[in-house]
């Protein structure tokens, strides 16, 4: 079956999928948080879907279509095109189950994601040059092979599953009054905005986009999907273009709202799960934090249920992230200092530094840029710092020595 | 009173604490990890104590020991000595309790920990060369003012306040055949291991130190507690020179055995329970993952609980502990490699890379140190790679291409 399965995702079919899949998902945490709740001034509760055991909340909906499909299609295999969550989830559980899966991706796809979805027991195809060209190649594979395919998002017993979440954080605490859901494609706030709906309809269900790519949010304008130019984002696992025509009008019929963030609110919403609440969220799963850190919903005192939907972030891009962090909270800082090119001159700078205790980490020195007089020499010096009070007193104390300097940004 | 209580630490006085604290303290949870089960042949749970609200257990006993106190003593305030989280947790406990705290720290603790303390409302006192130092002048402190005075390990109260992890682990999954727990002075391991081996004595419990500071191991081989010397650990949390008095007889009655990890396998374990596991651990919560990853323990097939007991590490290091895992991995690499000295020989080497599918990440260019010949020039390429068998297609090609040079490590 290369179509999408379409009847009607209800909460009883939502509850159907939640029986079926129950045993082979994690109940992951809903943890209150009281560092954000503090921060916002709500009651903030986290519910971490990056603790799944492919680290997202796509396994739902994947293992609710494998477990769906008939004996005759179980041995002829399953396909789908992702280079992301999905992928991930779809060849877990299929080779859990002894189902073959082929997952075509584009070719310039970051090769630790080929990796972990082969580590998974997919069969992996590189083609196309983006999404929809890999898209495209799996459909004609499908049909070809008659393999079934497992769309991301846009099949109702993708919604299905993904709607499980729904469920699961009512019974976890069932006094919410807002939920805030990532939205790319639409398929787990299509199922989560029905469950929760159904189950209480005075719960605010609020979706978040990248402001960069904010297909469901522009869907909604003009009353149907429609699709938006590629663009890039650090929350690569909700930049889909174009809103799916199954979930666009359950977003319609359920979702309160969709509000955006942009790339400076993730990665500081990133850094801040990690740091005060010491769990690791990609992009696509720290839009709801960012959402409610930067006042994109104007609710105070109260109990505000977020969906941390995954946490499989490049580690190297982690990295990054932390630094710029750093730099932003005025804990890391560089500055260029002018000196004079003579012996002694580099210890009398590190004595007015290590007065003020902020602790070197780098240091760049130069004679020919940066328009250096001749006679003299510059240095980049980056230092641990305590915050913008600390960085002050810093340069304070620079100018008191009689340096010229400026900061590196 | 500035001596520790001494009675009997008892399943009683345990279960007692446990009806104390138990409201104030989050239920953390104690997750199964599929990666680290597969990875170690062994069923394994993870109590992750970092989502305690000051990201540590510490505030297990120092709750427990606040509750404790009379009307007068409350009013006459509490006093410790730490650099650590358990200032962190006497500090917000205290002062959720209208209580004044003052914590002692030594004159160099990073100003990080020394502002979280203050933040949750402390009153910090910078004082003495090391924590003995400090330790001392808190005691002083603590007679002159009448206060009371709050170990971080050897007194019952805390012990006592531990042990509810242990209770609270049997609660979780009460089918345990071993837990590991992280050993500093050892209120922690006296506490948990008191609770499991009455509950359950047929559960093993398997205490971990890094080799660095081993006092509690040394302890139990001289059969007394020794004073071992200073040393640096990542594990700063569980950096105790010399085991407790109270905790020792309990350890030696109840632990079936203390093993210990070095820095390169505590650091994995961090880089592996986050990017594995989603997870921020410090080195001192690190402790007993890596004991499991690095076969120090000699089980296989069984079920163990791994405590994971806190994730306050700062994220500088945590930035350079990602970098050297990737390292480790083969998924960054530098070469430094020579090339001629003319327009054009730049591009021919990043063709050659470019082919490997090699992503450049940094450069640094030299013509005059590193031995160059006169009219060469030499270069460092930082890389990230897919393994080391990426690393070696990389290496061949640039052989192939007849370049000379060598890994940087």
Same mark, same amino acid.
């Given at each position: 079956?290369?179509?999408?399965?379409?009847?009607?995702?209800?909460? &009883? $079919?939502?509850?159907?999928?939640?029986?079926?899949?129950?045993? $082979?998902?994690?109940?992951?945490?809903?943890?209150?948080?009281e560092k954000f709740s503090r921060l916002t001034g709500n009651t903030i509760f986290l519910k971490l879907e990056n603790h799944q055991i492919t680290g997202s909340f796509k396994e739902r909906g994947a293992l609710n279509k494998i477990l769906g499909l008939t004996e005759d299609e179980r041995r002829r295999g399953v396909i789908s095109a992702s280079a992301g969550n999905h992928a991930q989830a779809v060849a877990y559980?299929?080779?859990?189950?002894?189902?073959? $899966?082929?997952?075509?991706?584009? !070719?310039?796809?970051? @090769? !630790?994601?080929?990796?972990?979805?082969?580590?998974y027991g997919a069969e992996v195809v590189l083609i196309g040059a983006n999404y929809e060209e890999a898209c495209e190649d799996a459909l004609r594979r499908c049909k070809e092979q008659s393999l079934t395919f497992i769309h991301p998002f846009d099949d109702d017993a993708i919604i299905d599953g993904q709607g499980t979440l729904g469920i699961e954080m009512l019974e976890q605490h069932d006094d919410l009054d807002v939920v805030l859901i990532p939205v790319g494609g639409g398929g787990l706030i299509g199922g989560v905005s029905s469950a929760v709906k159904e189950m209480n309809p005075k719960i605010q269900v609020i979706g978040v986009q990248s402001s960069k790519i904010a297909s469901?949010?522009?869907?909604?304008?003009?009353?149907?999907? !429609?699709? %938006?130019?590629?663009?890039?984002?650090?929350?690569?696992?909700?930049?889909?273009?174009?809103a799916g025509t199954h979930t666009f009008p359950l977003v319609r019929k359920y979702v309160d709202e969709v509000v955006t963030v942009d790339e400076e609110e993730i990665a500081s919403a990133i850094f801040l799960l990690l740091e005060k609440e010491k769990t690791l969220v990609e992009g696509a799963g720290a839009v709801t934090m960012a959402a409610v850190?930067?006042?994109?919903?104007? *609710?105070?005192?109260?109990?505000?249920?977020?969906?941390?939907? &995954?946490?499989?972030?490049?580690? $190297?891009?982690?990295? %990054?992230?932390?630094?710029?962090? @750093?730099?932003k909270d005025g804990r890391l800082v560089r500055l260029r200092i002018h000196l004079p090119d003579h012996p002694g001159a580099l210890e009398k700078l590190a004595a007015v530094i290590a007065k003020q205790k902020a602790n070197i980490v780098e240091t760049l020195h130069d004679r020919t840029y940066y328009g250096v007089v001749l006679g003299d020499s510059v240095i980049d010096i980056t230092m641990e710092?305590?915050?913008?009070? *600390?960085?002050?007193? @810093?340069?304070?104390?620079? /100018?008191? &020595?009689?340096? &010229?300097? /400026?900061?590196?940004?």
């Open positions: 079956m290369c179509n999408a399965i379409r009847r009607m995702v209800t909460l &009883a $079919s939502i509850r159907e999928a939640m029986v079926r899949i129950r045993e $082979s998902i994690v109940v992951t945490p809903f943890l209150h948080s559980h299929s080779t859990k189950r002894g189902i073959k $899966s082929q997952i075509c991706m584009p !070719v310039m796809t970051p @090769l !630790v994601k080929v990796t972990a979805t082969r580590d469901m949010k522009a869907a909604l304008e003009r009353n149907q999907p !429609v699709t %938006l130019p590629p663009s890039k984002t650090i929350a690569e696992g909700i930049a889909v273009r174009t850190l930067n006042n994109k919903i104007p *609710h105070r005192g109260k109990k505000i249920g977020i969906l941390v939907s &995954a946490g499989n972030i490049d580690v $190297s891009l982690l990295s %990054l992230i932390i630094k710029r962090g @750093l730099v710092t305590r915050g913008t009070g *600390h960085i002050l007193e @810093l340069t304070t104390a620079l /100018e008191g &020595a009689g340096y &010229a300097f /400026e900061r590196v940004l």
